[in-house]
């Protein structure tokens, strides 16, 4: 089913190690985004990229990196883990305003937690 | 900066009721506003995406509106059922990023 993919679903680190969450889609869509969702704070918006080869800071950006090297795949890497990483992470996708129906579609999330 | 925010936080309200859940936004330069539905521990569904330039849409029990110029959206959902009970968000969509607010926690009682 086309959409947006996710992996892993659950992971559990160390504090101190580093890992990288996946995100691919398969909709050709431009713009992509990472977020984190935690009790009583909503989402937040991690980093975000409007094509390949371009990515920007949002509102949550340090201790993680991103690259976009293809249209399909945004990772997001947690360079060295935190308890205060331990979050709902999740990955949407969506087209350019302009280029058909806009909207964001969102993966199923990766529970990440850091001991 | 855009903030969206979300009133009320919580709702409960008997099965069968309608109810109207509402969502403002400060900056209303955005392309559209989207509505979510997230059951606990599951990720986000898309319910209803409303373009800048029109006022409203509808997916069965489910309507939606819009007024860029006072920054405010509902989501009207008649005869709630307990099928209905999740968290509900909406989200501003302006070019490159959607700003979400922290959601309403509807719980529908049989």
């Known amino acids: 089913n086309a959409g947006v993919t996710q992996t892993p679903k659950f992971q559990v680190l160390k504090t101190g190690q580093s890992m990288t969450l996946q995100c691919a889609q398969d909709?050709?869509?431009?713009?992509m985004s990472w977020y984190r969702q935690d009790p009583g704070m909503g989402l937040r918006l991690i980093h975000y990229?409007?094509?390949?080869?371009?990515?920007d800071q949002g509102e949550v950006p340090n201790g993680y990196n991103v690259s976009r090297s293809t249209t399909e795949d945004f990772p997001l890497r947690l360079l060295s883990a935190a308890p205060s990483q331990t979050s709902v992470y999740f990955c949407?996708?969506?087209?350019?305003?302009?280029?058909?129906?806009?909207?964001?579609?969102f993966g199923s999330g990766t529970r990440l937690t850091v001991v | 900066k855009q903030e969206v925010t979300q009133i009320p936080a919580a709702l409960s309200v008997p099965e069968g009721e309608n109810l109207v859940l509402n969502c403002s936004f400060t900056?209303?330069?955005?392309?559209?506003l989207q509505w979510f539905r997230q059951d606990p521990g599951k990720g986000l569904t898309s319910l209803l995406l409303?373009?800048?330039?029109?006022r409203e849409q509808t997916s069965g029990r489910l309507n939606a509106s819009l007024d860029k110029s006072s920054g405010r959206s509902t989501l009207y959902i008649a005869a709630s059922q307990p099928g209905d009970s999740a968290t509900y968000l909406c989200?501003?969509?302006?070019?490159?990023?959607?700003?979400f607010g922290k959601g309403t926690r509807l719980h529908i009682l049989p």
């Open positions: 990229s409007v094509g390949a080869g371009i990515t």
């Open positions: 989200a501003a969509n302006r070019d490159d990023k959607i700003i």
């Open positions: 949407a996708s969506s087209r350019k305003p302009g280029q058909g129906l806009y909207g964001y579609t």
């Open positions: 900056d209303s330069a955005i392309y559209n």
């Open positions: 409303i373009q800048s330039s029109q």
């Open positions: 909709m050709n869509h431009e713009y």
